[in-house]
């Protein structure tokens, strides 16, 4: 299994980024996928999941209206469209299958 996170970046409050995360070693369209963020002397929170067919989605309350994920089976990848950031959202973000992470990318929201 490997899961390969790109798309951070630093992006100003109000901005908008788009975190993509490429999928491998599994059959992809079996199983649900999630995001999930760390930031700096903090633990590592889930984000957002989405099921095997992309019809059920689930946000933490803090990003609920602002972040998307959604994917696309065909290739394999996961995405989390991030509108409207915060300062707050700054972490490193981590695509998650069951126990496998991918290396993880950074996020910084500053003006």
């Known amino acids: 299994v490997q899961l390969v996170e790109s798309g951070g970046g630093l992006v100003q409050p109000g901005g908008s980024l788009r975190l993509s995360c490429a999928a491998s070693?599994?059959?992809?369209?079996?199983?649900?996928m999630r995001w999930y963020r760390q930031a700096p002397g903090k633990e590592r929170a889930l984000v957002a999941s989405i099921s095997s067919g992309g019809g059920v989605r689930n946000y933490v309350g803090s990003v609920k209206g602002r972040f998307t994920i959604s994917r696309d089976n065909a290739k394999s990848t996961v995405y989390l469209q991030m509108n409207s950031p915060k300062p707050e959202d700054t972490a490193m973000y981590y695509c998650?299958?069951?126990?496998?992470w991918g290396q993880g990318t950074q996020v910084t929201v500053s003006s």
């Open positions: 070693g599994f059959t992809f369209s079996a199983y649900g």
């Open positions: 998650n299958r069951l126990t496998s």
